[in-house]
């Protein structure tokens, strides 16, 4: 049975590095990771997506090591307005089926 | 505006009594779903479809209904509500499946309560 894993909460300070990472089994080499943002009252928001090693845009990186074990999304200089939950997704393509971590509340103090 | 519109926002029913919620999106998306939220558990996919009257179950769609006889709306049905359908419902749209390789974009969500 497929899970997908990620720590409750975690926190940090303005200015640092967060790195989130997502745990997950079985998952194949062209299956995708997405990474989603939410604020309170708020659908969830694309972060980045990809299912290759590493993937980079304008705000965060996302890192899928060789055993594809897990993923990492890497959030840099992070600020108050990072406050939010963030989620993982896996999408399993053989079984056309996706699944949503179960959200790492992230708070930033200044 | 690209956008994903949910009504309502906020919905408190009885138990058995019959509602829908609509979902409409403006961006000719392919691809739309519904998801509940419940605390400690994320987002769970109800049902999804990958275009006009087509429609698949996902992993928890007993006690719900969809429908797609347009590209644009996507309501989800509850013919008979009861109180552990209570949660906070999301509508999603992307161009692609949301497998991969696709942005979904999400509306603004609806909380309801069933007593």
């Given at each position: 049975l497929a899970k997908t894993t990620q720590p409750i909460s975690m926190d940090s300070y303005e200015g640092q590095?967060?790195?989130i990472t997502c745990s997950h089994n079985n998952i194949a080499t062209n299956d995708y990771i997405t990474w989603y943002q939410q604020f309170p009252s708020q659908g969830p928001r694309f972060i980045i997506q990809g299912y290759k090693t590493k993937v980079t845009n304008e705000v965060a990186s996302l890192f899928i090591p060789a055993d594809?074990?897990?993923s990492t999304l890497s959030l840099p200089r992070v600020s108050l307005s990072d406050t939010a939950v963030y989620y993982c997704l896996v999408g399993y393509s053989s079984a056309s089926k996706i699944i949503f971590g179960s959200g790492t509340r992230l708070s930033i103090r200044p | 505006e690209a956008q994903v519109t949910q009504n309502p926002r906020y919905l408190i029913t009885v138990t058995g009594k019959k509602l829908t919620?609509?979902?409409?999106q403006n961006m000719n998306h392919?691809?739309?779903s519904w998801y509940r939220q419940d605390p400690g558990l994320g987002l769970r996919q109800i049902y999804y479809s990958m275009n006009v009257e087509v429609t698949d179950k996902g992993d928890v769609p007993e006690g719900y209904k969809v429908s797609r006889k347009e590209k644009r709306n996507f309501p989800l049905i509850l013919e008979s509500p009861s109180p552990n359908q209570t949660s906070l419902y999301f509508c999603a749209s992307s161009p692609l499946t949301?497998?991969?390789d696709t942005e979904a974009f999400f509306g603004q969500g609806t909380r309801l309560t069933v007593v």
């Open positions: 590095e967060v790195n594809r074990k897990s | 919620v609509t979902c409409s392919e691809y739309m949301i497998l991969g």
